[in-house]
């Protein structure tokens, strides 16, 4: 059973491209944002929508021109860690969860955003 929808809330995303087509810069607000209704700065975004008839995912990705590799190495760290968080909640799969983990765990060393614990 559907549940009816009881409330809406309204994300935009504003994509300022140079003369190559490339992002210069990403600016996004929501209605439901706590700092305020302004456009809010940023560098990167990864959205993922699953289409509910086709079974497919449609990904738009992209960073501005400015983004640094050692932000994308951050950036990826976190949106892998967040990714494994988000399977676990939806599907409970603690085994698969937590080996999706250790590659976050991995990237992290590889990059350089874990560091060994010298103790």
């Known amino acids: 059973m559907i549940k009816p929808v009881v409330k809406k809330s ?3 995303i504003e994509i300022g491209l140079n003369e190559d087509k490339h992002p210069e810069t990403i600016h996004w607000r929501s209605t439901d944002n706590p700092n ?4 809010t700065e940023c560098k ?13 995912t449609l990904k738009i990705d992209l960073w501005t021109t400015e ?8 950036f990826m ?3 892998l860690r967040s990714l494994a968080d988000t399977y676990f909640r939806a599907t ?7 080996d999706m983990q250790l ?10 955003i874990i560091t060994e614990d010298p103790q």
């Open 10 to 12: 309204l994300i935009e």
């Open 36 to 39: 305020g209704k302004d456009f």
């Open 44 to 56: 990167a975004l990864s959205m993922a929508l699953f289409d509910k008839d086709y079974k497919d």
């Open 67 to 74: 983004m640094q590799v050692v932000e994308m190495d951050r």
């Open 77 to 79: 760290f976190q949106t």
């Open 92 to 98: 409970n799969n603690q085994q698969l969860a937590n």
């Open 103 to 112: 590659f976050v765990d991995y990237f992290g060393k590889q990059t350089g």
